[in-house]
């Protein structure tokens, strides 16, 4: 999310700048760094091999989808890392949303889930490797478990917080309309805490894809992180960058569908 | 979570479920052995575990010494990071020229995730403490200066407005105005830089170091020692709780109107 | 069987909390009956437990003595039986107008093709056709809060219970509700238990008024309107006529000293 996607008009404080003043200026910052960038890899300061160009960085893309690298073609690590990323990511949203719903209206469960949640949750995801690899060997389990561990908190936490913001009066109307609690849960808890669950999920994918990358730099032989990971043993930070290239991208587009999401969520509900 | 509307029952319950989180745990390893302890250690293995590294240290230090270790990188590449990403985030708040020029940059870095850093930190800097150090600067980075930015930004402008009214100059309105505004987001980067730099740290250490914390898991997983790996887990987590904890301490300190 | 299954009753209620180290009576000994089909009002100060009275009914709050019965059985939770039209109007924001009013008939599990047709039934009868597909935020108040008096309707409860339903509406729209609701429950009458603040609405919907007390709340006087009305023949004139009788400002007057007296009370 670009920080000129603020809808806020600016305050004030300095002379506001014309908007055309301000694309000149994003254009010049971008062409600023990335001209410098590749001024310096091009002139020899720096040596290839610690800084490549940018130019150098893009073509080396187009390289590793021409030819395998560490095993496979550029898009098989990519569908590799994206099947251990959604296996992760819905098996922690299935199972972390309904459990923050029904934290959030039974205060009982509550009160016994908390004190475990929140000693899971300072634990770093990654640190959950080791028992993953140990528990799963080299099979897909681990890295997926590794993710769900990273995935399973904000889906729990604003699955939980958008359970309490529900009006009550919107719970008492399903009641006094005859509705079952499963009912109640699957028809009011669940859209009225949908705003709220969709928003948790963007946390939930950035974290998510991070300890895939995370996992994918230890204990497995394919994918983005792994990838990155034979580049920097090869001392090829060419490779290492490209990669890095594309994991940024995906996880950019993950995200921005996510927030697309949101919106059309709340035009359609009229809900803020 | 929630604050218990009777102050006593959470509490209550909180310590039941955690002693009763125990005791299964002890009757499922050590009593019945259903669990493996090749798979998950009992109590009294993490126990011997938690001595021996306690008093005679493994991977190369004691458990003291480990994470005093990796404390002190993640203080380092945090503090670095917020030094450099809270001024930042306020002048691109505060000048929209300023936000304009930087802001390609910024969406260069975002969207990589601190963790790929890793291999690239490494080629550059080794294994030592300067590669951690430069992961966990962009951990840090992003979310300080984000949450600076908007924490300059949702500022209403009637308090600046009335500020200039009363004849302030620039540097007073920031000092006075918005600072002080700002500060509760800035709390709230900080707060996120630093659980991003704990996590990174931890996965930094655990793919190369020659000392810390995450180097105790990544040994103990070569060793296959699971009671070691708990300890480790255990104390990542609880050392992350305490400068959590920490941070909150200082923030209610600082921010004395709220 | 028949007659008696929408009787209300109140028997000795109280509602009492816990507060500091005292207690609060929120009711203390309320105790009246509400007739089959009969439409009542309960009017009074903020804070006298009118609300709680009409909640206890419904099932969403409990008393702490005494109870609350419904067609000669004590109430034992929300139910259709019992429906609700709140102040929030309460639509779920997420249905269409059409869906919301169905809401309740999916709970007594009537078949799809009896849905639809008492949807378009309920939505011709609130005067809302053509809103079926809309969401309740592309709705003006007043067409809201209709769709929440049709998705109550639409269950056939025996019991209609309403928490000041016009209060979040502006004046002109209040009182178009006022007369519709008239006409409603003139040709599908329920029996009705109507919480409001305005002591005019309470005398113009009301066979009969209940005026609360608060600190503690209790009943203070039964008024009957019924005779006024079927003597001066309201239902066949328009509200701002009826609203001029003699008998009707007296009636309001009557109510306002009863008021009166409490807020002077509260003062002193």
């Given at each position: 999310?670009?920080?000129?996607?603020?809808?806020?008009?600016?305050?004030?404080?300095?002379?506001?700048?014309?908007?055309?003043?301000?694309?000149?200026?994003?254009?010049?910052?971008?062409?600023?760094?990335?001209?410098?960038?590749?001024?310096?890899?091009?002139?020899?300061?720096?040596?290839?091999?610690?800084?490549?160009?940018?130019?150098?960085?893009?073509?080396?893309?187009?390289?590793?989808?021409?030819?395998?690298?560490?095993?496979?073609?550029?898009?098989?690590?990519?569908?590799?890392?994206?099947?251990?990323?959604?296996?992760?990511?819905?098996?922690?949203?299935?199972?972390?949303?309904?459990?923050?719903?029904?934290?959030?209206?039974?205060?009982?469960?509550?009160?016994?889930?908390?004190?475990?949640?929140?000693?899971?949750?300072?634990?770093?995801?990654?640190?959950?490797?080791?028992?993953?690899?140990?528990?799963?060997?080299?099979?897909?389990?681990?890295?997926?478990?590794?993710?769900?561990?990273?995935?399973?908190?904000?889906?729990?936490?604003?699955?939980?917080?958008?359970?309490?913001?529900?009006?009550?009066?919107?719970?008492?109307?399903?009641?006094?309309?005859?509705?079952?609690?499963?009912?109640?849960?699957?028809?009011?808890?669940?859209?009225?805490?949908?705003?709220?669950?969709?928003?948790?999920?963007?946390?939930?994918?950035?974290?998510?894809?991070?300890?895939?990358?995370?996992?994918?730099?230890?204990?497995?032989?394919?994918?983005?992180?792994?990838?990155?990971?034979?580049?920097?043993?090869?001392?090829?930070?060419?490779?290492?960058?490209?990669?890095?290239?594309?994991?940024?991208?995906?996880?950019?587009?993950?995200?921005?569908?996510?927030?697309?999401?949101?919106?059309?969520?709340?035009?359609?509900?009229?809900?803020? | 979570?929630?604050?218990?509307?009777?102050?006593?029952?959470?509490?209550?319950?909180?310590?039941?479920?955690?002693?009763?989180?125990?005791?299964?745990?002890?009757?499922?390893?050590?009593?019945?052995?259903?669990?493996?302890?090749?798979?998950?250690?009992?109590?009294?293995?993490?126990?011997?575990?938690?001595?021996?590294?306690?008093?005679?240290?493994?991977?190369?230090?004691?458990?003291?010494?480990?994470?005093?270790?990796?404390?002190?990188?993640?203080?380092?590449?945090?503090?670095?990071?917020?030094?450099?990403?809270?001024?930042?985030?306020?002048?691109?708040?505060?000048?929209?020229?300023?936000?304009?020029?930087?802001?390609?940059?910024?969406?260069?870095?975002?969207?990589?995730?601190?963790?790929?850093?890793?291999?690239?930190?490494?080629?550059?800097?080794?294994?030592?403490?300067?590669?951690?150090?430069?992961?966990?600067?962009?951990?840090?980075?992003?979310?300080?200066?984000?949450?600076?930015?908007?924490?300059?930004?949702?500022?209403?402008?009637?308090?600046?407005?009335?500020?200039?009214?009363?004849?302030?100059?620039?540097?007073?309105?920031?000092?006075?105005?918005?600072?002080?505004g700002a500060l509760p987001m800035i709390f709230t980067g900080l707060r996120l830089s630093l659980q991003a730099s704990w996590t990174t740290l931890?996965?930094?250490?655990?793919?190369?170091?020659?000392?810390?914390?995450?180097?105790?898991?990544?040994?103990?997983?070569?060793?296959?020692?699971?009671?070691?790996?708990?300890?480790?887990?255990?104390?990542?987590?609880?050392?992350?709780?305490?400068?959590?904890?920490?941070?909150?301490?200082?923030?209610?300190?600082?921010?004395?109107?709220? | 069987?028949?007659?008696?299954?929408?009787?209300?009753?109140?028997?000795?209620?109280?509602?009492?909390?816990?507060?500091?180290?005292?207690?609060?009576?929120?009711?203390?000994?309320?105790?009246?009956?509400?007739?089959?089909?009969?439409?009542?009002?309960?009017?009074?100060?903020?804070?006298?437990?009118?609300?709680?009275?009409?909640?206890?009914?419904?099932?969403?709050?409990?008393?702490?003595?005494?109870?609350?019965?419904?067609?000669?059985?004590?109430?034992?939770?929300?139910?259709?039986?019992?429906?609700?039209?709140?102040?929030?109007?309460?639509?779920?924001?997420?249905?269409?107008?059409?869906?919301?009013?169905?809401?309740?008939?999916?709970?007594?599990?009537?078949?799809?093709?009896?849905?639809?047709?008492?949807?378009?039934?309920?939505?011709?009868?609130?005067?809302?056709?053509?809103?079926?597909?809309?969401?309740?935020?592309?709705?003006?108040?007043?067409?809201?809060?209709?769709?929440?008096?049709?998705?109550?309707?639409?269950?056939?409860?025996?019991?209609?219970?309403?928490?000041?339903?016009?209060?979040?509406?502006?004046?002109?729209?209040?009182?178009?509700?006022?007369?519709?609701?008239i006409r409603i429950t003139a040709a599908n009458p329920r029996t009705v238990l109507f919480i409001t603040h305005s002591v005019e609405e309470a005398?113009?919907?009301?066979?009969?008024?209940?005026?609360?007390?608060?600190?503690?709340?209790?009943?203070?006087?039964?008024?009957?309107?019924?005779?006024?009305?079927?003597?001066?023949?309201?239902?066949?004139?328009?509200?701002?006529?009826?609203?001029?009788?003699?008998?009707?400002?007296?009636?309001?007057?009557?109510?306002?000293?009863?008021?009166?007296?409490?807020?002077?009370?509260?003062?002193?």
């Open positions: 999310m670009a920080l000129t996607q603020d809808p806020r008009p600016t305050t004030r404080w300095a002379a506001t700048p014309s908007s055309g003043e301000l694309v000149c200026l994003s254009l010049g910052g971008a062409v600023i760094f990335f001209g410098s960038w590749q001024l310096i890899a091009m002139s020899g300061l720096v040596s290839q091999y610690v800084l490549p160009s940018p130019l150098t960085v893009l073509a080396q893309i187009y390289q590793l989808e021409a030819e395998p690298f560490a095993g496979f073609l550029l898009h098989q690590h990519l569908l590799s890392s994206l099947e251990r990323f959604l296996l992760g990511f819905l098996l922690a949203a299935v199972l972390g949303i309904p459990l923050g719903l029904i934290m959030g209206r039974y205060r009982m469960l509550d009160e016994i889930v908390t004190p475990l949640f929140e000693a899971y949750r300072y634990v770093a995801p990654l640190a959950w490797v080791p028992f993953a690899a140990l528990w799963f060997g080299t099979g897909i389990g681990g890295p997926v478990m590794v993710i769900f561990t990273g995935a399973f908190a904000p889906c729990v936490i604003n699955a939980y917080r958008g359970a309490q913001f529900v009006e009550r009066y919107l719970i008492e109307a399903a009641q006094t309309l005859g509705a079952s609690n499963l009912r109640i849960m699957r028809e009011v808890l669940l859209p009225g805490a949908l705003p709220s669950i969709v928003a948790g999920l963007r946390v939930s994918a950035g974290l998510g894809w991070q300890s895939l990358i995370g996992a994918e730099l230890i204990v497995v032989s394919s994918g983005l992180g792994y990838v990155m990971v034979q580049g920097q043993s090869n001392l090829a930070p060419d490779i290492v960058m490209s990669a890095m290239l594309v994991i940024g991208v995906i996880g950019l587009c993950i995200d921005v569908a996510l927030r697309e999401a949101e919106r059309w969520l709340s035009r359609r509900w009229g809900r803020a | 979570m929630r604050l218990p509307r009777q102050p006593g029952r959470g509490w209550v319950v909180g310590v039941i479920t955690i002693a009763t989180a125990l005791l299964l745990w002890y009757a499922l390893t050590s009593l019945t052995g259903i669990i493996n302890s090749y798979r998950f250690p009992s109590p009294p293995e993490f126990l011997a575990a938690l001595r021996q590294i306690a008093v005679d240290g493994y991977a190369g230090g004691t458990l003291l010494r480990q994470t005093l270790q990796s404390l002190k990188i993640v203080i380092e590449g945090f503090l670095i990071a917020s030094l450099v990403g809270v001024p930042l985030g306020f002048l691109m708040g505060w000048s929209p020229r300023v936000e304009a020029l930087l802001n390609p940059v910024f969406l260069l870095i975002r969207p990589i995730p601190p963790l790929a850093w890793i291999p690239l930190a490494i080629v550059w800097l080794g294994l030592g403490d300067g590669a951690k150090i430069m992961v966990i600067w962009f951990a840090a980075f992003v979310p300080s200066v984000i949450n600076t930015f908007t924490g300059v930004r949702q500022i209403n402008p009637v308090l600046i407005e009335a500020a200039r009214v009363h004849g302030a100059t620039d540097w007073r309105v920031a000092k006075e105005v918005i600072a002080p931890v996965a930094a250490e655990l793919v190369g170091a020659f000392l810390g914390l995450g180097r105790v898991l990544s040994i103990a997983y070569r060793d296959i020692y699971p009671a070691m790996i708990a300890v480790a887990m255990v104390t990542i987590a609880i050392a992350g709780a305490l400068m959590t904890q920490l941070l909150a301490r200082i923030e209610r300190m600082v921010i004395r109107w709220r | 069987m028949g007659t008696c299954v929408s009787r209300i009753r109140f028997d000795n209620v109280s509602k009492l909390f816990q507060r500091g180290n005292g207690t609060i009576a929120v009711l203390e000994d309320v105790s009246f009956e509400v007739e089959d089909q009969e439409f009542v009002t309960i009017v009074g100060p903020s804070g006298c437990g009118k609300t709680t009275l009409m909640r206890m009914v419904a099932g969403l709050e409990t008393p702490t003595l005494g109870s609350v019965l419904v067609g000669d059985r004590p109430v034992r939770g929300p139910g259709p039986d019992r429906a609700v039209v709140f102040q929030q109007f309460a639509l779920f924001p997420w249905k269409t107008v059409g869906e919301n009013i169905a809401f309740g008939l999916k709970s007594k599990r009537v078949l799809r093709r009896k849905q639809v047709e008492l949807v378009a039934h309920y939505l011709k009868l609130m005067k809302l056709e053509g809103t079926e597909d809309s969401y309740p935020h592309q709705l003006s108040g007043g067409m809201q809060q209709r769709v929440a008096i049709a998705r109550s309707y639409a269950i056939e409860p025996e019991v209609l219970l309403m928490d000041e339903p016009f209060g979040a509406l502006d004046a002109q729209t209040r009182t178009i509700m006022q007369e519709e609701l005398v113009y919907l009301a066979d009969r008024i209940v005026v609360l007390s608060r600190h503690p709340g209790q009943v203070r006087e039964i008024i009957d309107v019924n005779a006024t009305r079927e003597r001066d023949g309201w239902s066949a004139r328009a509200i701002e006529e009826v609203m001029e009788t003699p008998s009707f400002t007296h009636l309001r007057a009557h109510v306002w000293k009863l008021l009166r007296e409490q807020m002077g009370a509260a003062n002193g």
